[in-house]
């Protein structure tokens, strides 16, 4: 499903060959980030088609070999999969700002910043999501193209690297759209990894004191119907 919307011009619909290339990348990234619904079990064939059209690469091989996974899967357990996995664990939770920021006023306010980005884009954030959510990021990095739409997901590279490496330790089949994502972003260099493998440890900052809650979910009755 679309997460976030916009008016499309004639002249945009010509993209340039390697911009339209990363757009239907991150597209589908989003997609298979987001909760099964029925209308994604609906299109888990046209998904595996994507993932095969896209150029070789180690990112193409990622995204075939999950969706392979994705179209087997029976609907209920891949539901519980994925409720389990991203709206119960803090430690592979879909929302970027709280790796960065954790349960802090600065939270907030990157959260704000986000928001005014999409709509300076001229993109309308999604209703009752908060716009530091995986798959919404990945929609405003298809939409807006390479230069502004991929920022956001430069800026939190070190959250995705902490993200993809609880889903390799949990096992989780999840791994692999981490793993196409993060190939196509800028490797991290040696700080920037001692700087995951500490927060990895330490966790993100804490804040308690006067703080509207904008964590993620801890109990699945709160996320899914």
Same mark, same amino acid.
């Given at each position: 499903?679309r997460l976030?919307t916009?008016?499309v011009?004639r002249?945009e619909?010509s993209? @340039?060959e390697?911009?339209a290339?990363?757009a239907a990348?991150f597209?589908l990234i %989003?997609l ?5 619904d029925?209308e !994604?079990l ?5 998904? %595996? ?7 070789? %690469?180690a990112?193409?091989?990622a995204?075939?070999? @999950?969706?392979a996974?994705?179209?087997?899967c029976?609907p ?25 920021h954790g ?7 990157a959260?704000?910043? !986000?928001k005014?980005?999409y709509r ?6 999604p209703?009752?999501e908060?716009p530091?959510y995986?798959p919404?990021?990945c929609? @405003? ?9 991929e920022?956001?997901?430069r ?7 902490l993200?993809r ?7 989780s089949?999840? %791994?692999?759209v ?7 972003l800028?490797?991290l ?7 995951v493998a500490?927060?990895a440890?330490?966790?993100?900052p804490?804040?308690e004191?006067?703080?509207?809650p904008?964590?993620p979910p801890?109990?699945e009755t709160e996320v899914?119907?």
């Amino acid at each position: 499903m679309r997460l976030l919307t916009r008016r499309v011009t004639r002249r945009e619909t010509s993209a @340039f060959e390697e911009p339209a290339r990363r757009a239907a990348l991150f597209r589908l990234i %989003s997609l298979l980030l987001q909760y099964p619904d029925a209308e !994604l079990l609906a299109a888990r064939d046209e998904l %595996s088609r994507a993932a095969l059209a896209l150029p070789e %690469s180690a990112t193409r091989d990622a995204l075939v070999a @999950f969706t392979a996974w994705y179209a087997e899967c029976e609907p209920m357990p891949l539901a519980r999969a994925y409720v389990e996995t991203f709206d119960l664990r803090r430690r592979s939770s879909l929302y970027l700002t709280y790796y960065l920021h954790g349960d802090t006023r600065r939270r907030g306010m990157a959260l704000l910043t !986000l928001k005014q980005r999409y709509r300076v884009a001229g993109l309308t954030p999604p209703e009752g999501e908060l716009p530091d959510y995986l798959p919404v990021v990945c929609e @405003f990095a298809a939409l807006a193209g390479p230069s502004i739409g991929e920022a956001p997901l430069r800026q939190h590279r070190k959250g995705l690297e902490l993200i993809r490496t609880a889903l390799r330790e949990a096992g989780s089949s999840y %791994s692999l759209v981490l793993d196409a994502l993060c190939a196509e972003l800028p490797d991290l260099s040696a700080a920037e990894r001692a700087a995951v493998a500490d927060l990895a440890l330490a966790g993100p900052p804490a804040e308690e004191v006067g703080l509207a809650p904008y964590g993620p979910p801890l109990n699945e009755t709160e996320v899914r119907p």
